[in-house]
Nanobody, 119 residues
Framework: QVQLVESGGGLVQAGGSLRLACAASGRTFNGYDMGWYRQAPGKEREFVGRMIWSSGITVYANSVKGRFTISRDNAKNTLYLQMNSLNVEDTAVYYC????????????WGQGTQVTVSS
C-alpha cells in the first residue's frame, strides 16, 4: 500500500522559511514524478512543483520559482520542499503527490500539512 506522509508545516512570519517533508513508502517511484500541490481557503488546488524521481529534474510554478526548492533523500525515500521568503499568499494546505509520468493527475496523495504565514 502506497503511503505519502507529509510533515513540517506550521506557523511562520512573512519572510521566514519552512521545510516540508514527504516520506514515501509502498512502492518504488521510478517512472513517477513526486510533487507538491497546495490549496488555500476558498481556492482550487494548485501545482507548486515536482521532481522526476529517476532524474532529479525539477519544475516549479512561476509563483514560487526562486523561493521554493524541491530536493530528495533517496536513502529515506523522502521528498522535501524548502520554502524561503514566505508571504501570506503562501498560506495553504500543502500536499505531496506521486504522478506516473505522462499521466494527467497524480495517482497517490498525502494527507496534507498546514502552512500558515502571518504578516
Amino acid at each position: 500500500q502506497v503511503q505519502l506522509v507529509e510533515s513540517g508545516g506550521g506557523l511562520v512570519q512573512a519572510g521566514g522559511s519552512l521545510r516540508l517533508a514527504c516520506a514515501a513508502s509502498g512502492r518504488t517511484f521510478n517512472g513517477y514524478d513526486m510533487g507538491w500541490y497546495r490549496q488555500a481557503p476558498g481556492k482550487e488546488r494548485e501545482f507548486v512543483g515536482r521532481m522526476i524521481w529517476s532524474s532529479g529534474i525539477t519544475v516549479y510554478a512561476n509563483s514560487v520559482k526562486g523561493r521554493f526548492t524541491i530536493s530528495r533523500d533517496n536513502a529515506k525515500n523522502t521528498l522535501y520542499l524548502q520554502m524561503n521568503s514566505l508571504n501570506v499568499e503562501d498560506t495553504a494546505v500543502y500536499y505531496c503527490a506521486a504522478r506516473q509520468i505522462l499521466s494527467r493527475e497524480p495517482a497517490y496523495w498525502g494527507q496534507g500539512t498546514q502552512v500558515t504565514v502571518s504578516s
